[in-house]
């Protein structure tokens, strides 16, 4: 019962001591896994658990794929801006 | 003493309990049962520290078991990580899904009365009701926040850095949140 002259930490202290018993009802765990158990395993979450370890696998390719294409891209500017060769135009 | 518990299952301290480590390696590796040593392990902390944040067992039992498949659902498609122990993270899960029950309740208003289990008997079991209602009403208007540092650290008894782990702040937060739950509480209920 609440006394009007308990301060709050008093209030506080027989809260937790009046409520320390406290438990699930019979039955609780059993009910938890049925539930647990009754779990669909979706399609959806099988993708996301692949997507997980490939998209960062992913990422680097890309990232070096990327990287190869402009370090190519500059090699041939390079190529062509020191070639000798005279380019014949024919009118 | 506030928050040590009569009948807790496991001494308080911040090693990780091995028994529910190799029951994670077992449930992400496939062995659904093994999630039933981590249920029979927790559940009844587990039930406790929602029922203090709810008011009722029943409604902390509806709060708790949808946490647990959360957490079933994280350990399959490996999404638990183990930067924090097993028990740490289950009451992070808990922790929020009651503070979304909380907001959800708060938009539909209904009878606290309705989620009691009428069937419950017993002496002790009223004078916990009791208690459980009256800590409900006690922390109802905090923000959320507050509510479950407050339930963590005042009559659960759980550490600041462990606090901090679970709603995802820093110890200096929660000291902060814990300083202004309890002025507000002593401003609205006007006790000292």
């Known amino acids: 019962m609440s006394d009007s002259n308990e301060t709050l930490d008093q209030r506080l202290e027989r809260l937790t001591d009046a409520t320390a018993g406290v438990r699930p009802r019979a039955g609780f765990d059993q009910r938890v896994m049925l539930r647990v158990l009754a779990e669909p395993v979706s399609v959806a979450d099988d993708l996301w658990t692949a997507a997980r370890r490939l998209v960062p696998i992913a990422l680097l390719v890309a990232v070096v794929g990327v990287v190869w294409a402009v370090e190519s891209d500059r090699s041939v500017d390079d190529a062509l801006a020191l070639s000798d060769d005279t380019v014949e135009l024919s009118w | ?192």
């Open chain 2, 1 to 192: 003493m506030l928050g040590v518990q009569p009948g807790d299952e496991v001494t308080r301290s911040d090693a990780p309990d091995p028994k529910l480590d190799l029951a994670v390696d077992r449930v992400q590796k496939g062995d659904a049962s093994a999630f039933q040593e981590i249920v029979e392990a927790t559940s009844a902390r587990l039930v406790r520290l929602g029922a203090r944040m709810m008011g009722n067992v029943a409604d902390a039992e509806d709060v708790v078991q949808e946490a647990y498949v959360k957490a079933y659902r994280s350990l399959v498609s490996g999404q638990f990580d183990r930067r924090s122990k097993v028990e740490t993270w289950l009451y992070r899960i808990v922790v929020n899904t009651t503070l979304d029950a909380k907001r959800s309740r708060a938009r539909r208003p209904t009878s606290r009365d309705e989620g009691v289990d009428p069937t419950w008997d017993g002496s002790a079991s009223a004078e916990a009701r009791v208690a459980l209602a009256e800590l409900g009403d006690l922390i109802d208007h905090l923000p959320p926040d507050q509510q479950a540092a407050l339930v963590l650290k005042v009559v659960e008894g759980r550490s600041s850095a462990e606090i901090g782990e679970i709603l995802g702040c820093s110890e200096g937060a929660v000291e902060q949140k814990l300083v202004r739950a309890r002025a507000a509480l002593r401003q609205r209920n006007e006790i000292p």
